[in-house]
């Protein structure tokens, strides 16, 4: 671990209050970040920043689906964005009412859209930065059962790239993380939503186990450091072997 490689880095990450977004706070600020950790509920937000307990731990309240409350809460002097902000979907298509499509999209792709087109010309006028947007292998496979999930995360990772063509020139790299099942609460709450169950999710990773937050969120730190300096556009999938099979 090398402790410098986020030392006087401004980070801010989405849905930090819990699972992979929790990881990836607590990952910045153990390797030197000052860290915003914005979340929808303020009670998660300010639990993961006392347990962090110093300055360079913010909590932060926020709904990313507001405009205006994205362009408040994003600070000037912002070096990384992590953006974890998700919800998901247990329906196929015929069963999706439209209110769910939209909520889904609301969050997973206007949420990812907002943060990135606030931040970015901040990063640019301090010469350059880094975002990394939170997709999932059902952006890159179809689920069953997930049509308004599968069709956010695949407009995460088509942003993402087009993101990154715009501004490469600019110094500011943009990539994705797509994890494959991951035990976290939100998955937990997912599958207790479909009726589901853990063991079959389990089952089906050809490691024979979920993932875990703080692997997603070293995949993210690597992504988000200097050491990926070479690296804009780029879709990395961790999940267990699940895509390959």
């Given at each position: ?14 849905g930090a ?9 607590r990952a ?10 914005a979340?929808?509920?303020?009670d ?6 006392n ?19 994205v ?9 990384v964005l ?11 298509a015929?069963e ?12 997973n792709?206007?949420?990812t ?8 010309p901040s ?7 880094s ?19 599968c ?18 020139a ?7 993380v ?6 976290s609460?939100?998955v ?7 009726g589901?169950s ?9 490691m024979g186990?979920?993932?875990r ?28 072997g699940l895509?390959?099979?």
């Amino acid at each position: 671990m090398n402790v410098e490689r986020f030392q006087g880095k401004s980070a801010f990450v989405t849905g930090a209050g819990s699972g992979i977004g929790e990881a990836v706070a607590r990952a910045l600020h153990r390797e030197g970040a000052r860290v915003t950790i914005a979340d929808l509920s303020p009670d998660r937000a300010q639990a993961v920043a006392n347990e962090i307990g110093d300055e360079r731990a913010l909590a932060v309240v926020l709904d990313v689906r507001d405009e205006p409350a994205v362009r408040h809460a994003l600070p000037d002097d912002l070096d990384v964005l992590v953006n974890v902000a998700g919800i998901g979907s247990t329906t196929s298509a015929p069963e999706t009412s439209l209110e769910i499509w939209e909520d889904v999209f609301a969050v997973n792709a206007r949420g990812t859209f907002l943060t990135c087109k606030y931040a970015i010309p901040s990063m640019i006028e301090r010469g350059g930065g880094s975002i990394v947007n939170m997709a999932s292998v059902a952006g890159i496979v179809g689920l069953r059962n997930r049509a308004a999930y599968c069709a956010s995360k695949g407009a995460v990772i088509a942003f993402t790239r087009a993101l990154a063509v715009d501004h490469v020139a600019e110094g500011v790299r943009v990539n994705a993380v797509c994890p494959g099942t991951v035990d976290s609460p939100w998955v937990q709450r997912l599958v207790a939503e479909a009726g589901e169950s853990i063991d079959v999710l389990r089952a089906r990773q050809p490691m024979g186990r979920l993932g875990r937050p703080e692997e997603i969120a070293e995949a993210v730190l690597y992504l988000a450091s200097d050491a990926a300096v070479f690296m804009t556009g780029s879709v990395l999938t961790i999940d267990g072997g699940l895509t390959a099979a």
